[in-house]
């Protein structure tokens, strides 16, 4: 059974910083590409973050290009979004998921197991 487990959200101030972490077990987290999405109220989700099996390959949302980091420790089978310079806009529960086949992931349906999510709050 697969599972992904999610931790280090919360609530912080504009202008911190959050480490998020995923865990993963039962599956070959090496052999597939992974990604962070989110969703706020009233939005749908959306992708943040994506990143290759290998970790060579990264792709980020342009609301967070440059604030996010996405990466991954295949030995560990865990992957992390570092999140710098939050805004209120960054609001939202935040999804990890692994993906299939090789290359990016950058859609929703592209992803097949997904985490329970955690809360990130950011106040101004």
């Known amino acids: 059974q697969v599972q992904l487990v999610e931790s280090g959200g919360g609530l912080v101030q504009a202008g911190d910083s959050l480490r998020l972490s995923c865990a993963v077990s039962?599956?070959?987290?090496?052999?597939?590409?992974v990604g962070w999405f989110r969703q706020a109220p009233g939005k749908e989700r959306e992708i943040v973050a994506a990143?290759?099996?290998?970790?060579?390959?990264?792709y980020y949302a342009n609301s967070v290009k440059g604030r996010f980091t996405i990466s991954r420790d295949n030995a560990k089978n865990t992957m992390y979004l570092q999140m710098n310079s939050l805004k209120p806009e960054d609001t939202a529960v935040y999804y990890c998921?692994?993906?299939?086949?090789?290359?990016?992931?950058?859609?929703?349906?592209?992803?097949?197991?997904w985490g329970q999510g955690t809360q990130v709050t950011v106040s101004s």
């Open positions: 039962g599956h070959t987290f090496s052999t597939y590409p």
């Open positions: 990143i290759s099996r290998s970790g060579v390959s990264t």
């Open positions: 998921a692994v993906g299939y086949g090789a290359g990016l992931r950058m859609t929703a349906r592209e992803y097949d197991y």
